[in-house]
């Protein structure tokens, strides 16, 4: 599985961006799909997770409210559209996919900047 980000950029607080990735390759494999996110000197940190068949979701308690992930499996898509953003969330956001079978996401996308200006 091959996945490619895209959609960051620089937004004032309050603001908003949506988050793409798109995925490739072995598709039925895919279980679910996730954002993480990983600021200077942090771990990353698991943002938002969605199953790719039932489209359940599951979100980090900061992000709760604001963030929203879905997918469109017609596009092997899976977006983070991300409102009311916080200096807080400035961070590289990487996309993932965890295969059936698999504990761990063992596909990654590309990291894209996401930067909030106070």
């Known amino acids: 599985v091959q996945l490619q980000a895209s959609g960051g950029g620089l937004v004032q607080a309050g603001g908003s961006l949506r988050l793409s990735c798109t995925a490739s390759?072995?598709?039925?494999?895919?279980?679910?799909m996730a954002w993480f996110r990983q600021a200077p000197g942090k771990q990353r940190e698991l943002v938002a997770t969605?199953?790719?068949?039932?489209?359940?979701?599951d979100y980090a308690d900061a992000v709760k409210g604001r963030f929203t992930i879905s997918r469109d499996n017609a596009k092997n898509t899976a977006y983070l559209q991300m409102d009311s953003l916080k200096p807080e969330d400035t961070a590289v956001y990487y996309c993932?996919?965890?295969?059936?079978?698999?504990?761990?996401?063992?596909?990654w996308g590309q990291g894209t900047q996401v930067t909030v200006s106070s």
């Open positions: 969605v199953t790719m068949q039932v489209g359940r979701t």
């Open positions: 390759g072995s598709i039925s494999s895919i279980r679910d």
């Open positions: 993932a996919a965890r295969r059936w079978g698999r504990s761990d996401f063992g596909s």
